[in-house]
């Protein structure tokens, strides 16, 4: 585990799996709630990590102009908008709402692990790190962690999947 789950934290572990690359469970711990499922076995790792090492090299510039003057649920809605509900916006202006707000997905598509998980926002400045969340109640949630928590846990996991995905074609090359 990477991190402290009443904080923010990564838990992950590699399995054996006949296909090439890094296979395992994952789960992400924000403020003592889990996010992801990890029993469930044999996810591929790649793109969620991959994304974790995107955001701890960009997190502290997840700020549009747009979020200047709204609370959390405001951006929650925002960005569900934007990224998520047809409102009858045309392919270019959906292709331009991907391209201003889809770096703020957070979990959503990132792996079987995250299927059951809320739909998730991360948005951040050098200030401070939010990850925006609605239960299935529709109750809204935010996290507020700071920006040096945020990139190191989430830096942490992605070289320890660097160092499996290298490991994994040391083993193949055998």
């Not at 409102?87 to 059951?116: K, M, P």
């Not at 990139?151 to 660097?162: D, N, P």
Request: net charge negative; with cysteine.
């Amino acid at each position: 585990m990477f991190g402290d789950p009443s904080l923010f934290a990564v838990e992950v572990c590699r399995e054996s799996f006949k296909a090439h690359g890094v296979w395992g469970r994952m789960c992400l711990h924000i403020q003592g709630m889990a996010f992801g499922d990890i029993n469930e076995p044999s996810c591929c790792l790649a793109h969620a990590c991959s994304e974790l090492g995107r955001l701890a090299l960009n997190v502290t510039s997840l700020w549009h102009e747009s979020f200047d003057s709204l609370d959390g649920g405001e951006v929650y809605e925002l960005l569900d908008c934007a990224l998520f509900r047809d409102t009858g916006q045309s392919l270019t202006e959906a292709q331009r709402d991907w391209d201003i707000y889809g770096r703020h997905v957070f979990l959503t598509n990132w792996g079987e692990q995250f299927d059951r998980a809320p739909k998730c926002f991360v948005i951040g400045n050098s200030a401070s790190v939010f990850i925006l969340w609605r239960n299935d109640d529709d109750t809204q949630h935010q996290a507020m962690l700071p920006p040096e928590t945020f990139v190191e846990v989430s830096a942490s996991a992605y070289e320890w999947y660097k160092s499996a995905r290298q490991q994994d074609v040391v083993n193949r090359e055998m």
